[in-house]
């Protein structure tokens, strides 16, 4: 294995890391809830009474970000090195798993992991487990 040092950003993803700890620290002390994004859209699906503002101000959230990141520094090349069709299944394997896990690698990894909850170790492995085998099957054994 070899890492490309050019593209390799420690700061710019301990930046990133540390932001994201904070967010989930914060959102657990001033909501009581887990940071978890497929339980936040999942209660969007199924919402409850006086429960949907947040999540929706959560979700616009995520998708402002970026755009004003946009705004901000100028556009840049977005580069997908799949096509659609895997894109789209592998979105769906997300999705299934993350029901099947019930939390997703942002609720179990990093906020589950920081409480210390068995359940979300084992989750977290078998997220990681399972993109270690996928990333060596497409980049190695399929290639």
Same mark, same amino acid.
């Given at each position: 294995m ?14 990133? +890391? &540390? %932001?994201? $700890? !904070?967010? @989930?620290?914060?959102?657990?002390? =001033?909501?009581g *809830?887990?940071?978890?994004?497929? +339980? &936040? %859209?999942? $209660? !969007?699906? @199924?919402?409850?009474?006086?429960? =949907?503002?947040? *999540?929706?101000?959560?979700?616009? +959230?995520? %998708?402002?970000?970026?755009?004003l ?11 997908i090195?799949? +096509? ?8 769906l ?10 939390g ?40």
């Amino acid at each position: 294995m070899q890492i490309d040092w050019l593209h390799f950003t420690p700061w710019a993803s301990l930046a990133g +890391g &540390i %932001l994201l $700890g !904070l967010a @989930s620290a914060l959102f657990i002390l =001033v909501n009581g *809830r887990i940071l978890g994004i497929s +339980g &936040i %859209l999942g $209660g !969007l699906l @199924s919402p409850k009474a006086g429960d =949907v503002a947040w *999540r929706v101000a959560f979700v616009l +959230g995520l %998708l402002a970000a970026p755009m004003l990141y946009a705004g901000l520094s100028g556009p840049w090349e977005v580069r997908i090195d799949a +096509g659609w069709g895997t894109v789209v299944v592998a979105g769906l394997l997300v999705g299934i798993g993350t029901r099947y896990a019930s939390g997703c690698t942002s609720g179990h990894g990093v906020c589950g992991l920081s409480r210390l909850s068995p359940r979300s170790l084992v989750a977290t492995m078998s997220f990681m487990g399972a993109g270690f085998v996928s990333v060596y099957l497409v980049r190695h054994a399929w290639a």
